[in-house]
């Protein structure tokens, strides 16, 4: 069976779908990702075959302006502007994620950044697929939504701005969705129908957010799938002679984030590993981080997985990816969330017990920061905790619940299956 996954988005946008990917070829399945252009080694690394998007101009213009060019907040693109540049470019995304979805596919995956153009295609292909998430963007009334940085309002008003949410995100994809309508002949009612009984498979632990029971059907908390890891991959000499030169460090790191001043964080980062007392291995990313002391190092890209287990605790943005790194390690977290989902998983990390709390980034100083380490490292409940949450983990395939889910479908599932009941191929087929 041919699968295509199409996700867009930063690089921990796509890396955990390079795991579930993987899971899917070892089943004897082809398996090709539809991405960015700057994630195709990732991919290639990964043995599985890649497919083009033109999505680089978005992530570039997320990244200049992330550093600092023009504006200088170093946050990235506020939501209205995000809106404003997916709306610009959605029918351009649209015609490469058809086309993508055309190339031979039998069934199809798409992330939350792809779906919804990608269930029009699906429906004006007539092919089977499935959404592959890595958040909670169904509306419910156990928690706001996760995009925004808010505190529950009580059941009816959570639900009520998790659609106003989703209300948004159509808005930005609403030029794209109406371009692929009008070329693959998609109706209003029969993209409507697909939407009510599409499944829906999330990448993230039950134990971590408890499938909401008020979710339809169709909606599933799958579990984690993890990123694939570089064959043979093993550290440099000097970060393996670092992590044997004294206690286990502090992991400090942002992701794609890009903070306007790298510099000046750099300086705070310093400081705040020398008050806790701890040591730090410093991982520069986007946010161009460039620290050296006895007790600091910095490092380029390095595997999660295995950095992870050998780190006292690790201060990062609480991007869905990360967060899910440090819970699998099973070490303490100090969440620094900057953005958009950031604030939902920094919040879980303390639900959870794994955190003594969380800094927004704009708060953070070198003395909250060593208080929040000082915690992490020395108060042995986290630490129990996460060994804890760890276990747990490890428990689960979430990447074994979707190719069940998949190969189900492929068999005549019709739950979100082939659009119009036909089960045939679309125009140009």
Known sequence: MHILIATAGSHGDVAPYTGLGTRLHRAGHR?????HERSAALVRRSGLGFHALPLDRYATSREDDAQGQGR????????????Q???ELAPEMADAVAGACASGADVLLFSSSLAPLGLVAAEGLRLPSVGVFLQPLEPTREFPPVIFDMPSWGPFANRALGQCAQSLLARAFAPGVRHLQRSLGVTPQALARRRTTWPVHHGFSPAVVPRPADWRPGMEVAGYWWPSEPPGWTPDSRLADFLQSGPP?????????APSDPERLGRLLVRALRLAGVRGVVQSSWAGLSVEGDDVLTVGEVPHARLFPQMAAVVHH??????AAGLRAGV????????????FWAAR???LGVSPGRIPFQRLTAENLAAALRGAVHDPRYGRRARQVAALLATEDGAGRVLAAVE??????SAGGRGGGTGGRGPGR
Not at 72 to 83: D, M, R, Y
Request: charged residues 10%; neutral net charge; glycine residues 16%.
């Open 332 to 343: 303490p977290a100090v969440p620094v969330p900057m953005m958009l989902d950031q604030p």
């Open 72 to 83: 200088g907040k170093g946050a990235g693109l506020s939501k209205v502007e995000q809106i």
């Open 349 to 351: 990390l303390i639900s």
């Open 408 to 413: 189900q479908l492929a068999g005549g599932d």
């Open 31 to 35: 398996v090709v990702m539809a991405t």
């Open 249 to 257: 460090p502090v992991f400090v790191g942002f992701g794609s984030m």
């Open 85 to 87: 540049l997916a709306r």
């Open 318 to 323: 609480a991007g869905a990816g990360t967060t």
